[in-house]
């Protein structure tokens, strides 16, 4: 069952801030983050592997609720290499279920 | 090379015609996989391998054929496509299967169908 991300597109002005969510109708073991940029391979950005753990570099971060199936992607003071897709990615096995991404664009 | 690369970057295939897209990792990595990205679509898995050997199949129509003759190397066998088989095809690979291991991506084939 493919995670569910919401916004699906949000437009920022530099410097601004934006939270990504993930949800999952399933168990969540796992969580991956991407990012992809128009034209290019998607990026890994990070993985949370437990429930409560929060992960960031940089100025992005995110974080793992295990008991409400969701991870949430925080993005601050965004610059402009910020834009492009992201995709968070869940557990299934030995597979990656993506969810259908958030299209993020980052004005000067 | 590092990293993931992937040949061609583009192709044009008519509907009877038979191509196949290359993948090669640098990485030192045991697992590979091929996904498939449609426009206004999550990125779909179709194929993982792990040391050579496919473990996952996710429902791929047979004109689509992997091959991974060793932990560096694989292939997408392509064979009467259909139109609606345009898309971004990824080669990805990990150090192993399984939820734990972040996966490198390769820039992709363009495949179009006519």
């Known amino acids: 069952q493919q995670p569910v991300q919401s916004p699906q597109a949000v437009i920022l002005r530099e410097g601004e801030d934006a939270v990504i969510n993930c949800s999952s109708s399933k168990a969540l073991y796992s969580v991956h983050w991407y990012r992809q940029k128009h034209g290019e391979a998607p990026v890994f950005l990070m993985i949370?592997?437990?429930?409560?753990e929060q992960k960031g570099h940089d100025k992005i971060s995110a974080s793992f609720n295990e008991k409400k199936q969701q991870s949430s992607l925080y993005l601050t003071a965004s610059q402009l290499s910020y834009s492009g897709t992201y995709f968070c990615?869940?557990?299934?096995?030995?597979?990656?279920?993506f969810g259908g991404g958030t299209r993020l664009m980052v004005k000067p | 090379e590092t990293g993931v690369t992937q040949t061609p970057r583009h192709l044009v295939m008519g509907m009877t015609n038979k191509k196949s897209l290359k993948c090669e990792q640098h990485l030192g990595h045991n697992a590979m996989y091929w996904y498939k990205q449609s426009a206004k679509k999550p990125l779909e898995l179709m194929f993982v391998?792990?040391?050579?050997?496919?473990?996952e199949n996710n429902s791929v129509p047979s004109r689509f054929s992997p091959e991974c003759p060793n932990s560096s190397h694989l292939f997408l066998h392509l064979h009467t496509l259909q139109p609606e088989d345009s898309a971004l095809y990824l080669c990805?690979?990990?150090?192993?299967?399984?939820?734990?291991?972040?996966?490198?991506f390769g820039p992709g084939t363009r495949l179009t169908v006519t």
């Open positions: 949370l592997l437990k429930g409560g």
């Open positions: 990805a690979s990990s150090p192993g299967t399984g939820s734990r291991y972040e996966q490198y």
């Open positions: 391998y792990s040391l050579e050997e496919r473990v």
């Open positions: 990615g869940i557990n299934a096995g030995n597979m990656l279920t």
